[in-house]
């Protein structure tokens, strides 16, 4: 752990933002590397590198599907943004012969699969029908599949937890009519939150970043007699999903890093759960604060605040020159200048808006320095504001 | 226009100032109100939608909605509760 004093540019910043980058996991580096001298070749090829390369992929499938609790022949390793679109709208496309050409998903998913929904439903001239949520984001169940009964619905989608709120979705609790099946988004909390074990979820998508592998590894889950048909072009099953070249020393990385987190998961989420509550009374006791996300029922590692009357930008960028990495939802730190649609679908403050996310190796002393900076830095930028 | 509650004792101009400008002006001018009159604020940025009504209810005021000034940028409604 380094020292770190404001305005000193020359020394990494704090990570408080290991929701949107983190460097690999150990186990992932030195997988990563090994791989990259054995696993070049094309694992279809019938040649010696590319039946290393095939054994290679084989391997990672395996150890995937068992830290997951699911089927080596259900397990894809696919880029990221193609886990999703692809695993979502499979369930949708083999749907799409009965006439079906509704989506049902709830307002405080992914940018991701909220952009799938809506091309997808507007090709098939279909529309996309939203789940209500409370106030911490948590959709209804029951409410989700009363909208999922109507006949043109094709499949619904709900995330494991949220990325931006940390909010679990009560997946294992949804049970949707015949006929339509259900889209799992985990790419903000695999290896962070387990999969519903039961047969209530057909598809689901993950992202080795959030368990410490090489961000551009994306895991597609199709499982095992689910009624799933390729959306995009390409061949009908999901075996060529990615398209391409499978990245084989992307799938051993990811899948070593999910196994040691895994093994390491309880006693660092422990810690940083208690960090996160510990950092979530530091913003309560700050004036004119929203909370936002349930305080409990959510991931262990991200917690997301807006301040009354400040820039979210300012913010960001006053947490960086006191030495800290945060990310925020507000509207003037995005790129669409929109607000974050999470947090406005919550009803929460969009302005001002901080989402600290916790690495793996945080350590106290980080945390308790944030605490006693986040208290200074808000007062500071309030009395420019006069309020 | 009128207000979902006739007209409002004083209308905000937050036109072309960017987010949170428009929350800001409202925390600055709530007082210019009685209680139990309406404070309107018309402002094109797009947080303003979901901003207006969670200042309301960290503020302890009522946020009565939206409508469009005669030029069509938003229009976002506050009763002053105390």
């Known amino acids: ?387 | 226009m009128t207000g979902p509650d006739g007209q409002p004792a004083l209308e905000l101009d937050c036109r072309g100032l960017p987010c949170p400008r428009p929350v800001i002006e409202l925390g600055r001018h709530l007082g210019e109100v009685a209680v139990g009159e309406v404070l309107a604020v018309v402002a094109e940025d797009p947080a303003a939608r979901a901003d207006v009504p969670a200042w309301a209810r960290m503020r302890g005021q009522e946020y009565l909605g939206e409508d469009a000034a005669p030029d069509g940028v938003a229009r976002y409604q506050v009763r002053r509760l105390a």
Not at chain 1, 15 to 44: I, N, S, T
Not at chain 1, 206 to 224: F, I, N, Q, Y
Not at chain 1, 335 to 353: K, Q, R
């Open chain 1, 1 to 387: 752990m380094s020292t770190h004093t404001a305005g000193d540019r020359s020394a990494p910043p704090t990570l408080l933002d290991a929701a949107a980058g983190r460097p690999l996991h150990p186990a992932a580096r030195e997988v990563l590397d090994a791989a990259l001298a054995r696993g070049w070749a094309d694992p279809r090829a019938l040649h010696g590198p590319g039946r290393d390369a095939r054994l290679l992929l084989d391997n990672a499938r395996e150890v995937v599907a068992e830290c997951l609790g699911v089927r080596r022949d259900e397990v894809w390793f696919v880029p990221p943004a193609d886990a999703v679109v692809r695993g979502f709208l499979g369930l949708a496309e083999a749907r799409a012969a009965r006439g079906a050409r509704d989506l049902v998903v709830a307002p405080v998913e992914h940018a991701q699969v909220r952009h799938a929904a809506a091309w997808w439903t507007a090709r098939r001239g279909g529309d996309v029908r939203e789940a209500p949520v409370d106030r911490d984001g948590r959709v209804d169940p029951a409410a989700l599949a009363a909208l999922a009964a109507a006949p043109e619905v094709a499949a619904a989608a709900l995330q494991l937890a949220n990325h931006e709120i940390a909010t679990t979705q009560p997946v294992a609790d949804v049970h949707l009519p015949e006929g339509v099946d259900l889209f799992v988004d985990a790419s903000a909390s695999l290896g962070l939150l387990d999969l519903p074990s039961g047969p209530g979820w057909s598809a689901a998508a993950g992202c080795a970043k959030s368990w410490g592998g090489p961000a551009w590894v994306g895991l597609m889950l199709v499982r095992h007699g689910a009624r799933w048909s390729n959306p995009l072009p390409g061949e009908p099953g999901p075996a060529d999903a990615g398209g391409g070249l499978p990245d084989v020393a992307g799938a051993l990385a990811a899948a070593a890093a999910l196994r040691a987190t895994l093994a390491e998961r309880d006693a660092v989420d422990e810690r940083r759960r208690r960090l996160v509550d510990r950092l979530r009374t530091t913003a309560a006791a700050l004036p004119d604060v929203d909370l936002v996300g349930d305080p409990v029922d959510r991931l262990p590692h991200l917690l997301t605040f807006s301040c009354l009357y400040l820039p979210g930008d300012a913010l960001v960028r006053e947490l960086d020159r006191e030495g800290f990495a945060v990310a925020s939802g507000s509207a003037c730190t995005a790129s669409t200048l929109e607000p974050s649609h999470v947090l406005a679908a919550v009803g929460a403050l969009t302005h001002g808006n901080v989402r600290v996310s916790l690495a793996p190796d945080v350590t106290e002393d980080e945390v308790e320095r944030f605490c006693g900076v986040l208290p200074r830095v808000v007062d500071r930028l309030r009395a420019e504001v006069g309020l």
